[in-house]
């Protein structure tokens, strides 16, 4: 058994280890290395790697105290899925990959109208703010989108307050533009 699993995915902010390895040649910010330790047991820790300025990848955190001898292999964290070439070539069952596309596809809708203003509509019955977003899984999604589209640094929250207080915030954001544009 490898230990520290939980650990990695509450870091990363991750439904689980991902199953695409890493290539051996390809940068990436974030991966879950599987670590051999001078212990002799296996350990999952958080590595990254930027073929410009590395020659082997780095491991960022190790959640043992003992030292490692060896990184047995990594498997890459995969920047959030924005095009839907990005979401069939990822490594994911067929029905996560049906959500995944469908969630994209409302988000790109509502993002913009006919005329390309930014377009924000509530339902009052639904608690996430926005009519396409019916669970958590589809507001973190929506949320990672909107904070790649804008530009904005930081983590999706994993908590459902936090992600109900999240799309508040873009809501309200969104209505002011609206408000502004149409002065």
Not at 41 to 67: H, L, M, Q, W
Not at 150 to 163: A, E, L
Request: some cysteine; aromatic content about 10%.
């Amino acid at each position: 058994m490898i230990k520290y699993e939980q650990e990695v995915i509450n870091l990363l902010g991750i439904p689980n280890v991902p199953k695409k390895e890493w290539d051996g040649l390809t940068s990436f910010n974030k991966g879950v290395a599987i670590l051999e330790m001078q212990h002799g047991d296996e350990c999952y820790a958080i590595a990254s790697y930027d073929d410009g300025k590395e020659t082997k990848p780095r491991v960022v955190k190790v959640f043992d105290n003992e030292p490692f001898v060896n990184i047995k292999t990594i498997f890459v964290v995969p920047e959030y899925m924005t095009t839907i070439e990005e979401i069939e070539d990822f490594d994911m069952d067929e029905k996560s990959k049906e959500t995944a596309l469908n969630v994209l596809k409302e988000a790109k809708s509502a993002e913009r109208n006919d005329d390309g203003d930014d377009e924000f509509m509530m339902n009052t019955k639904n608690e996430y703010f926005f009519d396409f977003i019916t669970n958590d899984d589809e507001a973190k999604a929506f949320i990672a989108s909107y904070n790649t589209k804008n530009k904005i640094k930081g983590r999706v929250p994993t908590t459902h307050d936090g992600i109900i207080t999240r799309l508040s915030v873009i809501f309200h954001d969104g209505a002011k533009k609206n408000n502004k544009k149409q002065k």
